[in-house]
């Protein structure tokens, strides 16, 4: 099973807890290939098709010490003047899927940003709806 683990900092390591639910999910590393940016979220999905599973987190932009070290382009949207965030993630899978007549994989936000969380999964959810007949 192929899974992404979105997040500019973090790694699936130990229990993050589903503030929704007050659940504990448990993540083990060796399981998640890892994306820190939109770019990089972007080029993998592209190059190796969609992963079976995607943990969003909603701000990328935090982490100052990758910033450094990448392109802008990887995290920044110029059109938009803004920092890309897991929830242009989730719009730019639900396009790649339309356009592809691919089904949503299946997914989680392990977001700290509860309305981040809340409206990756109310979009990722709705566009499930649509898509996944």
């Given at each position: 099973m192929r899974k992404i683990f979105l997040d500019d900092e973090r790694v699936p390591?130990?229990?993050?807890t589903l503030i929704e639910s007050n659940e504990d999910m448990y993540m083990d590393n060796s399981d998640w290939i890892i994306i820190r940016t939109y770019g990089d979220f972007v080029d993998w999905i592209v190059e190796n098709?969609?992963?079976?599973?995607i943990s969003f987190d909603h701000?990328?932009?935090?982490?100052?010490?990758l910033k450094s070290t990448t392109t802008p382009d990887r995290w920044f949207d110029f059109d938009g003047e803004k920092e890309f965030t897991g929830?242009?993630?989730a719009k730019w899978l639900v396009d790649y899927c339309m356009d592809n007549g691919f089904?949503?994989?299946?997914?989680?936000?392990?977001?700290?940003?509860?309305?981040?969380?809340?409206?990756i999964v109310s979009y990722l959810n709705n566009a499930k709806k649509v898509l996944n007949k």
């Open positions: 390591n130990g229990a993050i098709g969609l992963p079976d599973y701000d990328l932009g935090d982490n100052f010490t929830y242009d993630c089904d949503i994989p299946d997914f989680q936000s392990h977001s700290a940003n509860p309305v981040g969380r809340k409206n």
